[in-house]
């Protein structure tokens, strides 16, 4: 290393000054475009502060991002921010605190700055506009809104009940693209609102989107939220029954060789039948009543009124009647004829009929040509419909998948027609798709690596060869002497006929520098030789 740096610093000095001041530039240059490549190939990821901001936002964001001194980047719709990623938590730290983005809305944090002097008005509306926001910043942590605002109507306290208002609420929701709400969702957020308002009903929110459709049902619109339901069923009972038909059929025939609609009308009438029947001729006793009364009387007795009528030892006179008896009897029976009371709720949902559709590709054989040897050459293959046969096979086998029932006049009908598929060279699918999943895969490496490969290949091709040459031992030019050039060819050939050792000398006397350095070069090549 020692003999390579002073060979270096020996074949600089023996540069001129021009070459001089060549080599260090393009060295300089060099060197500086590596990390140069480096930094510009390992740009800051920048990843989005905030979007869907308004004019006012953005100013005022930007602002405050200019006096932290951050890099920023704002979109080219003009409402999205982005800055770099190992900040971005950060920085929206800091600007919550500064109230920003103010598009928002603001929360309970509103009292925090409330002043000395505040109306009950100004309280009112402050309590109305964090009670807004708080409500906003609840529902945006779904993951399918993007912006929400909330619309709040409450009225004053009345004395008497007959005279108050309901309270209102009105919800606007941005949705990200491709990102619908359920019916679940929206009566959960309409749940939401009513239950954070006092006095609010849930059939008082109205849910809206950013394109004006209104997404809540209220109870008027009961009949139509029983028809979505009932759509919904008939299309996922439709889709049961063609994924049970068609992972068959692959099975058979192969991928994209059949394809399966199903029509299943569902019948969702709920029916009630109540049936009250009697049997005559089953009878039980239900209640007996038996009573039974019998009456003596005696005899009474006549004559003169009188004392002597009364006394009990005289005879009785004549002319009285005997004693009399007297009996009823009542009886009472009450029977129970056997009743039968049946109570029958049909379900619903039931199938009303069935109709399927099945197209089923038939099978390609290579086409044969005049000798009835297959055509190989070309790759041209002819359509064979498939047979009667399996056409039944196939029609008994879908029969058995879907529940078949002659009774509800189910229909099945299967179609073989040939398929169109397009001519993809071979091959050529199977390249496109693994450069797109390696594209995919790697693509945020494929940057920094190509810059760095392009250093590489800088240094290689470009430093590298001009340190070689500075390295190597520089030829000695024979330097005439100082006489000049001989004047004839005598002369030269007196100058000829001296030996080395004599032209060595003579060289060294008249270029002592030139020869000290010839003498050293050979003192290193010979240590170089012994080491």
Do not use: C
Not at 9 to 33: D, E, P
Not at 69 to 85: F, H, L, Q, R
Not at 282 to 311: A, D
């Amino acid at each position: 290393m020692a003999t390579f740096a002073e060979s270096l610093i020996t074949n600089f000095q023996a540069l001129s000054l021009g070459q001089r001041i060549g080599v260090v530039v393009v060295l300089a240059l060099a060197i500086a475009t590596v990390p140069m490549l480096l930094i510009i190939g390992k740009e800051p990821e920048l990843v989005i502060l905030f979007s869907q901001l308004d004019s006012e936002d953005t100013r005022a964001i930007i602002q405050e991002l200019g006096k932290q001194g951050v890099s920023y980047e704002v979109a080219e719709d003009g409402n999205t921010i982005k800055v770099p990623a190992e900040r971005v938590h950060e920085l929206r730290l800091d600007l919550a605190s500064a109230g920003l983005p103010e598009s928002a809305g603001v929360g309970f944090e509103i009292f925090d700055r409330t002043g000395i002097g505040v109306t009950p008005f100004t309280q009112q509306m402050n309590y109305r506009r964090a009670l807004q926001g708080e409500l906003a910043r609840t529902i945006s942590q779904i993951s399918q809104v993007d912006r929400v605002r909330v619309h709040l109507v409450i009225p004053e306290k009345r004395l008497f009940a007959s005279e108050q208002k309901p309270a209102q609420a009105a919800v606007v929701l941005t949705l990200r693209r491709g990102k619908p709400l359920g019916g679940t969702q929206v009566q959960g957020i309409v749940h939401l609102v009513a239950s954070s308002v006092e006095g609010l009903q849930p059939g008082q929110v109205t849910v809206v989107d950013n394109h004006g459709e209104v997404l809540s049902k209220n109870s008027a619109d009961k009949d139509a939220q029983l028809t979505t339901s009932q759509i919904a069923t008939q299309r996922r009972v439709e889709h049961d029954l063609e994924e049970r038909i068609q992972t068959m059929l692959d099975q058979v025939l192969g991928r994209d060789k059949s394809v399966v609609r199903v029509t299943a009308p569902l019948e969702f009438r709920q029916v009630e039948i109540t049936e009250e029947s009697f049997d005559p001729n089953s009878q039980v006793v239900r209640s007996e009543n038996r009573s039974q009364e019998k009456v003596l009387e005696q005899g009474s007795r006549s004559g003169v009124p009188g004392v002597r009528s009364n006394v009990p030892n005289d005879l009785a006179p004549s002319g009285g009647s005997g004693p009399k008896e007297a009996k009823r009897k009542n009886e009472t029976l009450n029977y129970e004829v056997n009743r039968k009371v049946s109570k029958i709720v049909e379900p619903t949902g039931a199938i009303q009929r069935l109709s399927v559709a099945v197209l089923v590709d038939g099978s390609y054989e290579a086409a044969e040509i005049a000798e009835g040897q297959a055509d190989e050459a070309t790759g041209e293959k002819a359509y064979v419909p498939r047979s009667e046969q399996e056409i039944q096979n196939l029609i008994q086998i879908v029969k058995k998948a879907v529940g078949f029932s002659d009774e509800r006049g189910d229909q099945i009908e299967i179609i073989n027609v040939p398929f169109e598929t397009p001519v993809i060279p071979e091959g050529e699918d199977g390249v496109m798709a693994s450069m797109q999943g390696m594209v995919a895969t790697w693509g945020g490496f494929l940057k920094p690596v190509l810059f760095f490969l392009l250093g590489v290949m800088i240094l290689w091709f470009v430093v590298r060869p001009v340190a070689l040459n500075l390295s190597k031992p520089m030829e000695e030019a024979a330097l005439p002497p100082q006489g000049g050039l001989p004047a004839t060819v005598m002369d030269y050939e007196a100058q000829i006929t001296e030996t080395p050792q004599e032209q060595a000398i003579k060289l060294a006397a008249d270029n002592p520098t030139v020869a000290a350095q010839v003498i050293r070069t050979w003192i290193k090549h010979d240590q170089g030789k012994k080491a």
